[in-house]
């Protein structure tokens, strides 16, 4: 499941280059929160799944859409939409399991499950530094060149926030429930927060949405792929595993998205990179086989 997760995930990155030229961000997450709404509520539907049966459930799984689906994935696709690289807004957020490191290190019970709060040993520590430095050397070189402005470096740090946040508040708060139906009230938290801004872009903004083929394409990819397979992934893994855990999987997205951007644009993929990509993953397999890392 984890490989699966860090495979689907990192198509987000180019499911976002293929659509951004072709519909404003906002408009574009609407639509998709809209359609994924109705998809998991179907599915739901079929599987006679069950739904929270409290207001206060309902209103964490609320919170924790507005942050990891309308924060996280506004962030990026906003900060792709005024002309960041797709694999600097993935090193940025890639910093996410050292943010999460440091929270859970600071404050013992803000992660604390069933079991208790997680233990991070000096192993941990160095698994997580392996995955930062691979990081740099997969998307360090496509740092810079002018692409960095202060608007879309401030959208990619909002991104960044919201799935750390997102991903500790879940733990923290959210408790298990079926993936589909808590999906289902994820999309209608994001949808309400993203569908005002999105008609802020078509009418003020004066913005344009063109139906090209890459458009619907990365629409159902998004939904289909995206939404109802790597969302409700991620969903499971938090609700099964330590967050510092999970969120090292975050690692290996930016080194699988720039294997994806190599086969599918022909970017460049130098041996700086490729080592950076070993990096990672040894990183990542410290973390996740490490024996003092626990929920």
């Not at 079929?46 to 609320?62: E, I, R």
């Not at 949405?209 to 998004?222: K, N, T």
């Not at 970017?267 to 993953?281: C, F, H, N, Q």
Request: aromatic share 8%; hydrophobic share 55%; proline share 5%.
């Amino acid at each position: 499941m984890p490989a699966v997760f860090v495979l689907i995930w990192s198509t987000g990155f180019v499911v976002a280059r293929y659509g951004m030229p072709h519909a404003p961000p906002f408009t574009f997450l609407a639509v998709r929160f809209f359609l994924s709404m109705l998809c998991l509520g179907l599915w739901a539907r079929l599987a006679d799944a069950a739904w929270p049966t409290s207001a206060k459930q309902w209103g964490h799984l609320a919170v924790t859409g507005l942050l990891m689906q309308a924060g996280y994935l506004g962030g990026v696709w906003a900060a792709v939409r005024w002309g960041i690289g797709a694999g600097t807004v993935a090193l940025i957020v890639g910093l996410q399991p050292l943010l999460t490191t440091l929270w859970v290190t600071a404050r013992p019970g803000a992660a604390v499950g069933s079991a208790g709060h997680e233990r991070l040993g000096r192993r941990h520590w160095v698994g997580l530094l392996m995955g930062l430095c691979g990081l740099a050397l997969v998307v360090g070189p496509k740092l810079g060149h002018g692409e960095v402005t202060p608007i879309n470096l401030g959208l990619a740090l909002v991104a960044l926030l919201s799935i750390t946040a997102g991903t500790l508040y879940q733990k923290h708060h959210v408790r298990p429930c079926d993936v589909r139906t808590a999906g289902g009230v994820q999309m209608m938290a994001a949808l309400a927060l993203t569908a005002p801004i999105a008609l802020a872009e078509l009418t003020l903004g004066g913005a344009t949405v063109d139906l090209h083929p890459d458009l619907f394409g990365a629409m159902a990819w998004s939904v289909l792929v995206l939404t109802l397979g790597g969302s409700s992934l991620l969903y499971l893994l938090i609700a099964r595993g330590a967050a510092t855990r999970v969120t090292s999987l975050m690692y290996l997205v930016p080194p699988c998205t720039a294997v994806l951007a190599w086969l599918l644009f022909d970017e460049r993929l130098d041996a700086s990179m490729a080592a950076g990509i070993v990096l990672s993953v040894s990183g990542v397999l410290l973390v996740v086989r490490s024996p003092s890392a626990r929920s």
